[in-house]
């Protein structure tokens, strides 16, 4: 027997509902993993032990498993990729591979990303971050909902079609990656290195709905020389921090000209305010009475889908090199920028795919209610599989709040929601037999 495995059909209905009893029966065990992740910290370059875990899960499943460490002279040389500040010869992405007995199935890839932002001050949080304490509907801690939450029910959702005695008949590919939250190069690496598929499920914490369309994203730093003098005879001197707030300014207005563009990029014109540039960092000067001879400010700006990275970089630079040179018969001053992280291009998931169609029948089924799409003004992984691999890739995933704030938390009936449309997405779109 093969169910499912037409465009836009959901398994029969005696299917689906063991389907949704097995993610019910091993939906402790899910909150129980999802804990573990968020407790283990996988901050930026510190992900291997997280990433044990996750290549532990995947062998407890049976699953091949591919554990490579990202440094590659080919990722570095795609358009794609975004130059880092940490050493990439250390840190790995994971991916366990199932493979059907026989092919007859569509491919699919649950993608994810191991990776969290940094907590800050610890004493804005209610516990401490790593705690990963439920209270009520809430599971609280760094990583909860970005993504921690996703990538663990990537893994039960699939799971769950061998606990209901079934067997997928597509070939699919769990993927763990680094990188999301600042380059964007582990997807990218693991798309280089081969993995492909029919359709892309990233489970990112989107409110229980589709993401459309979202903004590629550039980081860089710029650093503004100054002149030291003593503060006695400061006007002697230049003073890079003042200069730095006037840069900022500049980047400003950049930020107000390419918003008042949004009308020209379908999905973007109802949003409000859709480009944020970010100032994400400043440091500057050596001590109170020198004049500082220097200052760095580190941005985080988005751009829309269907502009390059390299036509947002040049009116980037030329926003700077004017501000810096045209300041109303001031002399001008010396900024350098630095690209080191993000230099990613939005995309749009074009309406119409069998994947989104598919999609809408597994959340009515899990959810009782209409799916509904949206556009937001972040990055997402998905612009790997759509711009680069011509890939259908649904981003969508649970409810949760704060997101790289303090108190992040994932609500749990979502997570659990959630967990039962992709399952049922997974044996739709792959098909399945009995084991
Ligand atoms: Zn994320």
């Given amino acids: 027997m093969s169910a499912g495995n037409e465009a836009g059909r959901i398994v029969p209905p005696e299917i689906a509902e063991?389907?949704?009893?097995?993610?019910?029966?091993?939906?402790?065990?899910?909150?129980?993993?999802?804990?573990?992740?968020?407790?283990s910290p996988s901050l930026r370059a510190a992900e291997e032990p997280a990433q044990d875990l996750i290549?532990?899960?995947?062998?407890?499943?049976?699953?091949?498993?591919?554990?490579?460490?990202?440094?590659?002279?080919?990722?570095?040389?795609?358009p794609g990729y975004g130059p880092p500040t940490v050493d990439y010869s250390r840190m790995t992405n994971v991916v366990g591979t199932f493979t059907p007995r026989e092919e007859l199935g569509r491919s699919l890839i649950l993608n994810g990303h191991i990776d969290v932002v940094p907590e800050g001050p610890e004493e804005g949080w209610s516990d401490?971050?790593?705690?990963?304490?439920?209270?009520?509907?809430?599971?609280?801690?760094?990583?909860?909902?970005?993504?921690?939450?996703?990538?663990?029910?990537?893994?039960?959702?699939?799971?769950?079609?061998?606990?209901?005695?079934?067997?997928?008949?597509?070939?699919?590919?769990?993927?763990?990656v680094v990188e999301e939250e600042c380059t964007g190069n582990g997807?990218?690496?693991?798309l280089l290195r081969g993995y492909t598929a029919d359709a892309v499920i990233i489970s990112e914490p989107e409110e229980d709905a589709l993401v459309r369309a979202n903004v590629g994203v550039i980081w860089f730093t710029a650093r503004v020389t100054g002149s030291p003098t003593h503060p006695r005879e400061m006007a002697s001197g230049f003073n890079a921090i003042d200069?730095?707030?006037?840069?900022?300014?500049?980047?400003?207005?950049?930020e107000e000209e390419w918003n008042a563009e949004q009308g020209e990029h379908p999905f973007f014109e109802d949003l409000d305010h859709p480009i944020n540039f970010n100032i994400g960092g400043i440091r500057g000067g050596d001590w109170p009475s020198s004049v500082p001879a220097w200052c760095e400010i580190r941005v985080r700006v988005a751009l829309y889908p269907g502009t390059t990275a390299a036509d947002a970089w040049s009116r980037i630079e030329r926003c700077v090199a004017d501000?810096?040179?045209?300041?109303?018969?001031?002399p001008p001053f010396e900024v350098s920028l630095t690209r080191d992280g993000f230099y990613s291009e939005g995309y749009v998931l074009e309406p119409g795919s069998d994947a989104e169609a598919l999609l809408e029948e597994t959340h009515r089924e899990a959810f009782g209610r209409e799916l509904t799409s949206f556009t937001t003004p972040g990055y997402l992984d998905g612009r790997v599989f759509v711009n680069y691999g011509g890939i259908p890739t649904l981003v969508y995933g649970p409810v949760s709040e704060n997101i790289h704030g303090f108190d992040e938390r994932v609500s749990i009936e979502s997570i659990r929601r959630c967990t039962k449309s992709m399952a049922l997405f997974i044996a739709s779109w792959c098909g399945v037999r009995e084991r």
């Fill in 18 to 39: 063991r389907i949704l009893a097995a993610v019910d029966a091993r939906f402790e065990e899910q909150l129980r993993r999802t804990s573990e992740l968020v407790e």
């Fill in 128 to 176: 401490s971050p790593w705690s990963s304490r439920i209270e009520g509907d809430w599971l609280t801690g760094r990583g909860a909902g970005d993504m921690k939450a996703g990538l663990i029910a990537n893994i039960f959702a699939f799971d769950a079609l061998r606990e209901a005695g079934l067997e997928p008949t597509g070939r699919i590919h769990l993927e763990s």
């Fill in 187 to 190: 997807s990218l690496a693991a």
């Fill in 243 to 254: 200069a730095a707030y006037e840069l900022i300014g500049a980047l400003r207005g950049l």
């Fill in 55 to 78: 290549e532990q899960q995947f062998r407890d499943l049976g699953l091949d498993v591919d554990r490579w460490t990202i440094a590659d002279p080919e990722l570095e040389a795609h």
């Fill in 323 to 330: 501000a810096t040179a045209n300041r109303g018969g001031r």
